[in-house]
């Protein structure tokens, strides 16, 4: 095991996914729950929310300022870009999930599961063929710090996906403590999905019908090491890159754990990003951190 500025490298591996002149930059600071980074290539900026302080916050990539993108934000956390460069969002407050048009204007695509409402969509990605798929923990729902204290209707933490032509719901994973993030794989034939609340806090995966908007299978890729898997991101070689206690941890496509990037505070959540996606973009706890790295994040946008 070699320490290596802000790196640990425990695989030899590793050595192809960082380099070790850079560093973890600070970018942001204030926040009290940091989490759902978004990117867009189009402004150079990246979106993240705040959840306790019911805020979205907005980074300027060719500026470094920092500023309020949206306030009260129905306590959102995870937020994706779709193919058509709208922001896509998972909100506790609301127990929603929502888009923001090119003009502003803001449209629930979903907020109820068989005239039940969700417990609090939690994180969100889109596949190729515009279909939307999210958890529905119930952290926006146990107390009134990221959204407001209520009562299930559904009674359970299911995954769910949103047909891109119909509109309509389906449940696509139901056999979860609480899901959490989720993320395909670079050929979109699996979905990773981490649960928060099972005791391992480890991250599943499934074989992917997109056709069909089916998963099957659902075996466990990789077990938290530390402090437990949350929100991540895959490069385009198949490495994932998982939010932990101690930073972001980098695992082979095997579910190898290959090294760690080091960051002051636990991670939650994390973006590729920049010109090239080689700028990983991190949601510390109370702060918005990222590094450069010599690999690129998948394209999703």
Avoid at 23 to 28: D, P, Q, S
Avoid at 88 to 94: K, L
Wanted: hydrophobic share 35%; net charge negative; aromatic share 10%.
């Amino acid at each position: 095991m070699i320490r290596q500025s802000d790196f640990e490298h425990l695989d030899e591996r590793f050595s192809a996914s960082v380099k070790g002149s850079a560093r973890v930059e600070k970018l942001a600071e204030g926040c009290r729950w940091a989490e759902g980074p978004a990117y867009f290539p189009a402004g150079r900026y990246v979106v993240w929310s705040d959840i306790p302080n019911d805020r979205i916050m907005k980074w300027d990539e060719t500026s470094g300022v920092t500023s309020v993108f949206r306030q009260p934000a129905g306590y959102s956390n995870g937020n994706t870009v779709d193919r058509q460069g709208r922001l896509v969002t998972a909100q506790h407050g609301y127990r929603s999930v929502t888009r923001t048009e090119i003009g502003g204007t803001i449209t629930t695509l979903a907020d109820k599961f068989e005239g039940k409402r969700f417990n609090s969509p939690n994180d969100v990605v889109v596949s190729s063929d515009d279909a939307i798929w999210f958890t529905d923990p119930a952290y926006g729902i146990d107390s009134d710090y990221e959204g407001h204290k209520a009562e299930s209707e559904i009674g359970a933490c299911n995954v769910y996906r949103i047909d891109p032509s119909s509109g309509s719901v389906s449940i696509v994973a139901d056999d979860f403590v609480r899901p959490n993030g989720l993320a395909f794989s670079p050929d979109e034939s699996t979905l990773y999905i981490t649960d928060t609340g099972h005791p391992d806090r480890h991250c599943r995966v499934f074989g992917v019908d997109l056709g069909a908007g089916k998963l099957t299978g659902g075996d466990v890729w990789a077990k938290a090491t530390n402090g437990g898997f949350d929100g991540f991101r895959f490069d385009t070689e198949g490495r994932c890159w998982m939010s932990a206690a101690d930073g972001v941890h980098c695992l082979d496509p095997d579910g190898t754990l290959l090294g760690k990037v080091f960051v002051p505070e636990p991670v939650a959540n994390l973006v590729f990003g920049g010109i090239k996606r080689n700028r990983l973009f991190i949601c510390g706890t109370s702060s918005l951190y990222s590094v450069m790295l010599p690999v690129n994040g998948v394209k999703t946008f």
